[in-house]
């Protein structure tokens, strides 16, 4: 139960801590683009499949897909906004790991999108109910 609490006294003390800023650094981009990662992850809930009307969105997986990709572009400027080799140098390397993890989901994926026939999540829901389906393209990747 007390965990719980633990996600708002985690934020709490970030919002604390004193904000240091490297002398060579963009500051401007090097404030701005934690921020723009935050608003970037929490716009992944607007893909969510959700039974209100309202809310539907028609290709959803393409928006998922699209808003996952750009998890690169933040990741390379904040390495460039640091304006230090080290740190950029990291962020090449976070950002061809990211590029790399994506291509294997989206390689995962595009079996049920192919079978289902549509790239909304909500439609997707209601074909995928056998979860056999699910498993092939697991399999032929545990497989090779």
């Known amino acids: 139960v007390w965990g719980l609490f633990q996600p708002f ?53 393409l928006l998922f897909f699209c808003l996952s990709a750009l998890n690169v572009y933040i990741t390379m400027m904040a ?11 990291g962020s090449i390397r976070a950002a061809a790991q990211t590029i790399s993890y994506e291509i294997s989901m989206i390689l995962i ?14 439609e997707g829901m209601t074909v995928m109910s056998c979860p056999s389906l699910m498993m092939l393209p697991l399999a032929c990747i545990w497989i090779s």
């Open 79 to 89: 390495g460039w906004a640091s304006n230090s080799k080290y740190s950029f140098l």
């Open 9 to 61: 006294s985690d934020a709490l003390k970030l919002f604390t801590k004193e904000k240091i800023i490297p002398s060579n650094s963009n500051s401007i981009l090097y404030v701005l683009i934690s921020p723009l990662g935050l608003i970037l992850a929490l716009s992944m809930w607007v893909v969510y499949p959700s039974l209100s009307p309202s809310k539907f969105i028609m290709f959803g997986l």
């Open 109 to 122: 994926v595009i079996f049920p999108v192919m079978v289902m026939m549509t790239l909304c999540w909500n």
